[in-house]
Protein backbone atom coordinates (compact mmCIF):
# COMPACT_ATOMS: atom_id res chain seq x y z
CA UNK A 1 0.00 0.00 0.00
CA UNK A 2 1.87 3.25 -1.24
CA UNK A 3 2.04 6.32 1.49
CA UNK A 4 2.72 9.95 1.39
CA UNK A 5 5.76 9.24 3.99
CA UNK A 6 6.64 7.70 7.50
CA UNK A 7 3.68 9.61 9.61
CA UNK A 8 0.55 8.29 7.44
CA UNK A 9 2.34 4.41 7.13
CA UNK A 10 3.35 4.09 10.93
CA UNK A 11 0.00 5.32 12.02
CA UNK A 12 -1.72 2.65 10.29
CA UNK A 13 0.63 0.36 11.81
CA UNK A 14 0.14 1.21 15.69
CA UNK A 15 -3.38 1.43 14.94
CA UNK A 16 -3.53 -1.98 13.05
CA UNK A 17 -4.87 -1.17 9.61
CA UNK A 18 -1.20 -2.12 8.13
CA UNK A 19 0.67 -5.16 9.24
CA UNK A 20 3.83 -4.33 8.13
CA UNK A 21 6.39 -1.86 6.68
CA UNK A 22 10.05 -0.94 6.19
CA UNK A 23 11.67 2.09 7.11
CA UNK A 24 14.36 3.70 8.64
CA UNK A 25 15.95 2.70 12.13
CA UNK A 26 15.99 6.18 13.01
CA UNK A 27 11.91 6.46 12.15
CA UNK A 28 10.66 3.57 14.27
CA UNK A 29 13.23 3.24 16.94
CA UNK A 30 11.32 4.79 20.02
CA UNK A 31 7.93 2.93 19.30
CA UNK A 32 10.21 -0.25 19.17
CA UNK A 33 11.37 0.55 22.39
CA UNK A 34 8.13 1.15 23.41
CA UNK A 35 6.85 -1.31 22.40
CA UNK A 36 3.99 0.17 20.37
CA UNK A 37 5.54 -2.39 17.02
CA UNK A 38 7.73 -5.27 16.81
CA UNK A 39 10.89 -4.95 14.79
CA UNK A 40 11.53 -8.31 12.92
CA UNK A 41 14.61 -7.38 11.25
CA UNK A 42 17.32 -4.86 10.31
CA UNK A 43 18.53 -4.73 6.98
CA UNK A 44 22.18 -3.46 7.82
CA UNK A 45 25.40 -6.09 7.82
CA UNK A 46 25.53 -5.22 11.71
CA UNK A 47 22.71 -5.35 14.68
CA UNK A 48 22.14 -1.72 15.77
CA UNK A 49 23.29 -0.93 19.37
CA UNK A 50 19.99 1.16 19.44
CA UNK A 51 17.87 -2.26 19.46
CA UNK A 52 20.83 -4.95 19.99
CA UNK A 53 17.79 -7.76 20.36
CA UNK A 54 16.73 -7.61 16.77
CA UNK A 55 18.26 -9.36 14.34
CA UNK A 56 19.91 -8.24 10.87
CA UNK A 57 18.26 -9.30 7.73
CA UNK A 58 21.20 -11.68 6.92
CA UNK A 59 20.15 -13.57 10.83
CA UNK A 60 16.99 -13.86 9.61
CA UNK A 61 17.67 -15.82 6.07
CA UNK A 62 18.03 -12.94 3.72
CA UNK A 63 21.74 -12.07 3.64
CA UNK A 64 20.92 -9.96 0.16
CA UNK A 65 18.96 -7.92 1.75
CA UNK A 66 20.83 -4.71 2.54
CA UNK A 67 19.51 -1.02 3.10
CA UNK A 68 21.11 2.11 4.23
CA UNK A 69 19.94 5.13 4.29
CA UNK A 70 22.45 8.36 4.61
CA UNK A 71 22.53 11.93 4.53
CA UNK A 72 24.55 14.39 3.40
CA UNK A 73 25.44 17.81 2.88
CA UNK A 74 25.99 18.91 -0.81
CA UNK A 75 25.98 22.67 -2.09
CA UNK A 76 26.37 23.59 -5.93
CA UNK A 77 29.21 22.44 -8.01
CA UNK A 78 31.39 26.34 -8.01
CA UNK A 79 30.42 27.09 -4.36
CA UNK A 80 33.94 28.55 -3.07
CA UNK A 81 36.06 26.46 -1.12
CA UNK A 82 35.76 29.13 1.77
CA UNK A 83 31.64 28.29 1.77
CA UNK A 84 32.44 25.11 1.55
CA UNK A 85 34.53 24.80 4.47
CA UNK A 86 32.12 26.99 6.49
CA UNK A 87 29.57 24.15 5.90
CA UNK A 88 31.39 21.71 6.95
CA UNK A 89 33.06 23.11 10.26
CA UNK A 90 29.24 24.03 10.91
CA UNK A 91 28.06 20.37 9.85
CA UNK A 92 31.19 19.40 12.28
CA UNK A 93 30.15 21.45 15.53
CA UNK A 94 26.79 20.13 15.86
CA UNK A 95 27.84 16.65 14.60
CA UNK A 96 30.24 17.30 17.97
CA UNK A 97 27.35 18.76 20.18
CA UNK A 98 27.08 15.51 23.17
CA UNK A 99 23.32 15.71 22.93
CA UNK A 100 22.90 15.81 19.23
CA UNK A 101 25.69 12.62 19.45
CA UNK A 102 23.13 11.40 21.76
CA UNK A 103 20.35 12.06 20.63
CA UNK A 104 21.00 10.29 17.25
CA UNK A 105 22.89 6.89 18.29
CA UNK A 106 19.76 6.68 20.59
CA UNK A 107 17.64 6.38 17.11
CA UNK A 108 20.16 4.37 15.56
CA UNK A 109 22.15 6.47 13.06
CA UNK A 110 25.92 5.62 11.99
CA UNK A 111 27.88 8.53 12.73
CA UNK A 112 31.09 8.84 10.97
CA UNK A 113 33.88 9.84 12.00
CA UNK A 114 36.16 13.32 12.32
CA UNK A 115 37.56 12.00 9.42
CA UNK A 116 35.28 10.70 7.26
CA UNK A 117 32.97 14.21 7.63
CA UNK A 118 35.23 15.94 4.80
CA UNK A 119 34.58 16.91 1.64
CA UNK A 120 36.83 15.30 0.08
CA UNK A 121 35.93 11.92 2.07
CA UNK A 122 32.09 12.56 1.10
CA UNK A 123 33.31 13.06 -2.90
CA UNK A 124 35.41 9.45 -2.24
CA UNK A 125 32.43 7.71 -1.10
CA UNK A 126 29.91 9.06 -3.73
CA UNK A 127 32.37 7.84 -6.24
CA UNK A 128 32.96 4.31 -5.44
CA UNK A 129 29.25 3.97 -4.63
CA UNK A 130 28.20 5.64 -8.06
CA UNK A 131 31.34 3.29 -9.79
CA UNK A 132 29.88 0.10 -7.86
CA UNK A 133 26.54 0.86 -9.54
CA UNK A 134 24.88 1.57 -6.34
CA UNK A 135 21.24 3.23 -6.58
CA UNK A 136 21.76 6.33 -4.38
Known amino acids: MPYQGTGPALNDLVGGQVDYMCDQIVNLTPQIQAGSIKAYGIATEKRSP ?4 VPTTKEGGLPEFQV ?4 AMF ?9 VTKLNAALGKALDDESTRKRLLDLGADLPDKAGRSPEALQSWWRARSSAGARC
Open 75 to 83: APKGTPGEI
Open 50 to 53: ALPD
Open 68 to 71: SAWN
